[in-house]
């Protein structure tokens, strides 16, 4: 009798608060249904899932997948949802992919024409996944790399002024596929995401000014941009317009306005309001949010303002989301 296999939504259901070796077991299992599957050494693996024309390469840390609710890697919201193909790489740890058998592994898929089998590709990455997806873009000319808060490299003689990873530091970034704004230069398009309130990752994107570079602002999500993106519903099909090739600034701005009613943002930006003793402006953001939501603690900080004397002018009419 053959095997049973199961829909990627079914499978997905299963994927929740599992351990880590039972959860790469299942995903390579998954993998060798319609791709394959295959280590990349210690701390690395592959896995390729061949369901369509478009092909996204994502580059996920296994503990960071294993955190969300559901557990499954941001493949499989495409393959799911818009039968794309997926090449999931993965981290078991903080690496930056920076390991031979890693760039031995694109070689070979350059040398095989790989990525000519598809009529789109798009590389995907947060952080050190942002920069790997950006580093091995280079592999496959012409694609699309949506980067979240990417590093440009470690190298300390380029980015000593950023001391966030020290021990990452001694990683080999000037070898194969290293220095990420290089590498971007055969892509259509590079869309990089920051926000402009982290001083390292403000001078990070700075350095991956290019002619095909998009970069998007967004103040106030931290580090935390994937997970986000992830909860306000816009991550997935942003990846799907990049494929596309419909994503640009006016696309994107028009999804994130979504954020004036997400409240993780909302009380990032009241923090930074407090933060510049802005009183009158607070008390008017406050009133937005409690006109546009009727968050409580936003009308209670709008209540102690107005204690203190502060007059708001007439408000405007709140325009359509």
């Not at 981290?91 to 009529?119: K, Q, T």
């Not at 309001?273 to 209670?300: I, Q, W």
Request: charged fraction near 25%; include cysteine.
């Amino acid at each position: 009798m053959g095997q049973v296999t199961m829909s990627f939504e079914e499978y997905q259901t299963n994927l929740a608060d599992l351990p880590k070796p039972e959860w790469l077991s299942r995903f390579e299992t998954k993998a060798e249904e319609t791709g394959y599957f295959e280590s990349l050494g210690d701390n690395h693996s592959a896995a390729f899932f061949d369901e369509g024309k478009t092909l996204l390469v994502s580059f996920e840390n296994i503990d960071t997948v294993l955190s969300r609710p559901d557990a499954r890697p941001m493949a499989f919201h495409l393959i799911a949802d818009h039968g794309w193909s997926a090449l999931s790489i993965l981290s078991d740890g903080d690496s930056w992919f920076r390991s031979p058998r890693i760039y031995a592994y694109f070689d070979r898929l350059v040398d095989d024409g790989f990525f000519e089998d598809f009529d789109n590709v798009v590389f995907y990455g947060e952080g050190a996944c942002g920069y790997a997806a950006a580093a091995y873009s280079v592999a496959a000319p012409g694609s699309k790399v949506v980067a979240l808060r990417p590093q440009a490299t470690l190298d300390p003689r380029i980015a000593n002024w950023d001391t966030r990873y020290r021990k990452q530091r001694r990683l080999n970034f000037t070898d194969r596929y290293g220095y990420a704004p290089d590498m971007i230069d055969a892509a259509d398009t590079a869309y990089i995401f920051f926000d402009p309130e982290i001083a390292e990752d403000a001078m990070h994107a700075a350095l991956f000014t290019k002619p095909n570079v998009t970069k998007l602002r967004m103040r106030h999500l931290g580090y935390q941009m994937e997970r986000h993106l992830t909860q306000m519903k816009i991550l997935p099909e942003m990846i799907f317009e990049a494929g596309e090739g419909i994503l640009d600034e006016d696309v994107f701005y028009r999804a994130y306005r979504i954020r004036r009613r997400y409240l993780p943002y909302l009380r990032g930006l009241l923090k930074h309001l407090e933060a510049g003793g802005r009183d009158g402006l607070t008390a008017l953001y406050c009133r937005s949010v409690v006109r546009r939501t009727n968050r409580p603690m936003f009308r209670k900080k709008l209540d102690e303002l107005l204690t203190t004397g502060i007059r708001l002018p007439e408000p405007l009419p709140i325009p359509a989301e």
